[in-house]
């Protein structure tokens, strides 16, 4: 019964507690290291990502503290790129979602010369075909990264939040609100986080090869917007994993690709395209060809969009437009992508933008911009234009469509067979 007093005095307050996996765990506050850090004349600390206030908090301490930081490098050689569709991915992941994810690791095994890993140590042990390393274990104080070209981290790096809650009170006495979003302990968790990534990202050692061109692989939903003023001049790029293999993707990514690709194949066979038709190819059920074209108002409105953009498509497109100056690639390689995610929550400030980029630089500068976009960027913006659409449109007959053509040739012009599985799967 030797627990017994840290359990009355933590059920008193003074304390805390956690259980997880059927283990009830008695966290008590343990003042030996606060007080041979205060009995020291001066203490000096040394730490990559904890800051001041989190060092102020460990050890209770209220006066002001002398922060030395060293000028940070140029990180310019460095990408990191948010791959997400993927949600959170925690340790405990179905088997549809463990076949995602080790589809998505061998396309970037296969993109690099030499890849890292880093997972959930459960997971990661596991592994038999390739070597992979856990979080926290290998993301922190290791070189074993550091002839990589690549890192692939998956999943998002948080710590046991029962056991971080149980320390933080016993280290505060301020009792955690999980939650309170706006909370002492909510700052804090984030503050872990993020640093935790930095360490991650830090494996690469890229301050120390400036001319070698490196990539940081950020695989789970999460905003990576902090880093820019983490790491500075570092490129921040958000990408889908089905962008990398449609095997990545979301069940329903997956479904639309295969419903797409099928529509595509019955158009170039000349045959009759129905839903059942469809379904037959695709190896899914009518309803579920039904339910994926819901997004566009149905199965007709479908049709005539993806027949329209079908038979535009194969009429070809400039291939010898001539290299873009600076404000045009800003343009296709930043503004464009940028405009495209965050079109979701206004299409019609999206198509606003467009418009005055249009209207702003020539037809011969705008088509230079929108053949240098990417197929995915061609086709959001393309979206984006039919979203904005009246819904009268829809009751035209293709024939009558060809006008629009006048409208947004270039979009049409510089489309490519590759963007139809993109863009059908929204």
Same mark, same amino acid.
């Given at each position: 019964?030797?627990? /017994?007093? &840290?359990?009355?005095?933590?059920?008193?307050?003074?304390?805390?507690?956690?259980?997880?996996?059927?283990?009830?765990?008695?966290?008590?506050?343990?003042?030996?290291?606060?007080?041979?850090?205060?009995?020291?004349?001066?203490?000096?600390?040394?730490?990559?990502?904890?800051?001041? #206030?989190?060092?102020?908090?460990?050890?209770?301490?209220? #006066?002001?503290? /002398?922060?030395? #930081?060293?000028?940070?490098?140029?990180?310019?050689?460095?990408?990191?790129?948010?791959?997400?569709?993927?949600?959170?991915?925690?340790?405990?992941?179905?088997?549809?979602?463990?076949?995602?994810?080790?589809? /998505? $690791?061998?396309?970037?095994?296969?993109?690099?010369?030499?890849?890292?890993?880093?997972?959930?140590?459960?997971?990661?042990?596991?592994?038999?075909?390739?070597?992979?390393?856990?979080?926290? @274990?290998?993301?922190?104080? @290791?070189?074993? =990264?550091?002839?990589?070209?690549?890192?692939?981290?998956?999943?998002?790096?948080?710590?046991?939040?029962?056991?971080?809650?149980?320390? =933080?009170?016993?280290?505060?006495?301020?009792?955690?609100?999980?939650?309170?979003?706006?909370?002492?302990?909510?700052?804090?968790?984030?503050?872990?986080?993020?640093?935790?990534?930095?360490?991650?990202?830090?494996?690469?050692?890229?301050?120390?090869?400036?001319?070698?061109?490196?990539?940081?692989?950020?695989?789970?939903?999460?905003?990576?917007?902090?880093?820019?003023?983490?790491?500075?001049?570092?490129?921040?790029?958000?990408?889908?994993?089905? &962008? =990398?293999?449609?095997?990545?993707?979301?069940?329903?990514?997956?479904?639309?690709?295969?419903?797409?690709?099928?529509?595509?194949?019955?158009?170039?066979?000349?045959?009759?395209?129905?839903? $059942?038709?469809?379904?037959?190819?695709?190896?899914?059920?009518?309803?579920?060809?039904?339910?994926?074209?819901?997004?566009?108002?149905?199965?007709?409105?479908?049709?005539?969009?993806?027949?329209?953009?079908?038979?535009?498509?194969?009429?070809?497109?400039?291939?010898?437009?001539?290299?873009?100056?600076?404000?045009?690639?800003?343009?296709?390689?930043?503004?464009?992508?940028?405009?495209?995610?965050?079109?979701?929550?206004?299409?019609? &400030?999206?198509?606003?933008?467009?418009?005055?980029?249009?209207?702003?630089?020539?037809?011969?500068?705008?088509?230079?911009?929108?053949?240098?976009?990417?197929?995915? @960027?061609?086709?959001?913006?393309?979206?984006?234009?039919?979203?904005?659409?009246?819904?009268?449109?829809?009751?035209?007959?293709?024939?009558?469509?060809?006008?629009? #053509?006048?409208?947004?040739? !270039?979009?049409?012009?510089?489309?490519? !067979?590759?963007?139809?599985? /993109?863009?059908?799967?929204?």
């Amino acid at each position: 019964m030797y627990w /017994l007093p &840290d359990f009355l005095e933590a059920w008193k307050g003074d304390g805390a507690f956690s259980a997880s996996w059927g283990v009830l765990s008695i966290y008590r506050r343990d003042t030996k290291h606060q007080e041979l850090a205060n009995s020291a004349v001066f203490n000096i600390y040394l730490d990559a990502t904890t800051t001041a #206030e989190q060092l102020k908090l460990k050890l209770d301490y209220h #006066e002001s503290v /002398l922060v030395i #930081e060293q000028s940070r490098p140029d990180y310019s050689n460095l990408k990191v790129v948010n791959v997400t569709g993927l949600g959170k991915l925690p340790k405990n992941r179905s088997d549809s979602l463990t076949t995602r994810v080790n589809a /998505l $690791k061998e396309t970037l095994t296969k993109l690099h010369s030499q890849l890292g890993i880093i997972d959930w140590k459960a997971i990661a042990d596991t592994t038999s075909d390739r070597t992979e390393y856990g979080h926290f @274990v290998d993301g922190r104080g @290791v070189n074993r =990264f550091s002839e990589c070209d690549a890192i692939a981290s998956f999943g998002i790096p948080y710590q046991n939040i029962g056991s971080l809650a149980a320390h =933080f009170q016993v280290m505060t006495g301020e009792r955690v609100n999980l939650e309170d979003e706006n909370s002492t302990f909510q700052k804090y968790l984030t503050e872990l986080l993020q640093a935790e990534i930095i360490q991650e990202i830090g494996r690469l050692r890229s301050h120390r090869r400036p001319n070698v061109e490196l990539t940081f692989y950020f695989c789970a939903d999460y905003d990576l917007g902090f880093l820019v003023s983490e790491l500075p001049g570092v490129k921040l790029e958000v990408v889908d994993a089905c &962008d =990398f293999c449609i095997e990545a993707g979301s069940p329903a990514k997956q479904t639309g690709h295969a419903i797409v690709n099928a529509f595509k194949s019955l158009w170039q066979s000349h045959q009759k395209i129905g839903q $059942k038709a469809l379904a037959n190819i695709a190896e899914i059920s009518q309803a579920w060809v039904s339910r994926f074209t819901q997004r566009w108002g149905g199965w007709q409105h479908f049709k005539k969009l993806l027949l329209l953009l079908l038979d535009s498509l194969n009429s070809g497109s400039n291939k010898n437009l001539a290299d873009l100056d600076d404000d045009e690639r800003w343009f296709a390689c930043e503004y464009f992508p940028q405009l495209i995610a965050e079109s979701e929550s206004s299409p019609e &400030d999206a198509f606003k933008h467009i418009a005055e980029v249009a209207t702003s630089v020539t037809n011969i500068a705008m088509r230079r911009i929108l053949h240098s976009c990417t197929p995915a @960027v061609r086709a959001g913006l393309l979206m984006i234009i039919l979203r904005c659409l009246p819904t009268e449109i829809y009751s035209i007959s293709v024939h009558e469509l060809r006008p629009l #053509e006048e409208l947004v040739p !270039q979009f049409y012009g510089l489309l490519s !067979q590759e963007v139809l599985p /993109l863009e059908g799967v929204g």
